[in-house]
């Protein structure tokens, strides 16, 4: 019989964290919302949509050298 009240606490400790965790769940909409915030928002910093200065660029062809 104290397996089945253990049992019952467990549940009730389990049902308790997924009512904590369900106040902290966005809605798709909500959370695609932001999403598309932070990309609007952050465009002028993306290299993707900007380009990278041609000094900066670590993936460059190598120059070969002048002498040979």
């Known amino acids: 019989m104290s397996s089945g009240g253990a049992s019952a606490s467990a549940l ?3 049902v308790e964290q997924l009512k904590l965790e369900a106040g902290w769940m966005l809605t798709v909409s909500q959370a695609a919302a932001e ?20 000094g900066s660029n670590p993936f ?9």
């Not at 999403?35 to 041609?54: E, I, R, S, T």
């Not at 460059?60 to 040979?68: G, H, I, K, V, Y």
């Open 12 to 14: 009730q400790r389990l």
């Open 35 to 54: 999403l598309q915030q932070y990309c609007m928002q952050n465009a002028c910093k993306d290299a993707l949509l900007v380009g990278v200065p041609a």
């Open 60 to 68: 460059r062809e190598p120059r070969s050298c002048a002498l040979l």
